[in-house]
């Protein structure tokens, strides 16, 4: 993302312009209470009742890893529309959030959760621009919001402080080059972010991030929740559709029918299969 200038909102400011500044310099920012306890436990709510959506052609999307040879839920898309306390809680307070971080107005992009339940995969090494680039956005800012304790054990989220700066970078194969992954181990730069629940986590389209296997038993559910800038477009609908088309849910896949393409761009590093069987 670039450099854009604090904005000055009418509303009380949530970050100092030095926070906004080493977010710009580090390309991501943990906040642990900007929510307010109320609200921590709404989300907690919320990804159990999301985890509990039975799988539905048309609404929800829901995509599903194999673990330890069962089907194990990954993530679930696109569910703002069916909870409005939800959706109310993050077009309000987390999108002011974003807007001072961005410099302008901001928009959500696209929403989800990962679900990391116990056993579940990690996801491998990457930016997540290039997942966007069909919408011509300048950039776009993610805020995970954490349902529980993520740390080491459960797979918590892995960055390169920084290097964000070095702008869009080599993905063969859909994840980032090996040798620049294994230069950036021997430096020791990456670095774990260990959060408890109702913590936040921005985080820049162009920040390197990957996570490890949940190897506890406890799930490590996090909410993803992407912005761009209001004056790039409300894409949020059309990134759907053209989801949906492309690499739909499990669900709504035509067995037999090759979504290789699609998952080109719409599963990247992910644990998901590509085919249905």
Partial sequence: MVNAKPSTPTKRRLFQDETIKQFQSDGFLVETDLLTADEKKKFVEYAD?????????????????????????????????????????????ITDAVSELLGE???????????????????????????????????????????????KENGCLEVVRGEHKSG?????????????????????RWEAVEVEAGSLLFFGSLL?????????????RAFYLTFNALSDGDCRHAYYADKREKFPPDIERIPGKDYSEGAKIYNLANPIPVQKD
Wanted: charged share 30%; with cysteine; glycine share 8%.
């Fill in 168 to 188: 869009m970078l080599p993905h063969p194969g859909g994840v980032l080059e090996k040798k620049l992954v294994e230069k950036w181990e021997k430096e020791n």
């Fill in 208 to 220: 390197p991030h990957r996570s490890g296997k949940n190897l506890s038993n406890r799930p490590r």
């Fill in 49 to 93: 009742k999301i985890l509990a959506l039975p799988e539905t052609t048309g609404k929800w999307m829901q995509y599903f890893e194999v673990a330890s040879e069962k089907k194990l839920i990954c993530r679930t898309e696109n569910f703002l529309d069916y909870f409005s306390d939800l959706d109310e809680l993050i077009r309000g307070k």
């Fill in 105 to 151: 107005r901001a928009v959500l992009f696209k929403e989800k959760i990962n679900f990391k339940l116990a056993g579940g995969a990690g996801f491998d090494a990457h930016q997540d621009a290039p997942a966007y680039v069909g919408f011509k956005h300048r950039f776009q800012l993610t805020v995970m919001i954490a349902a529980d304790k993520s740390d």
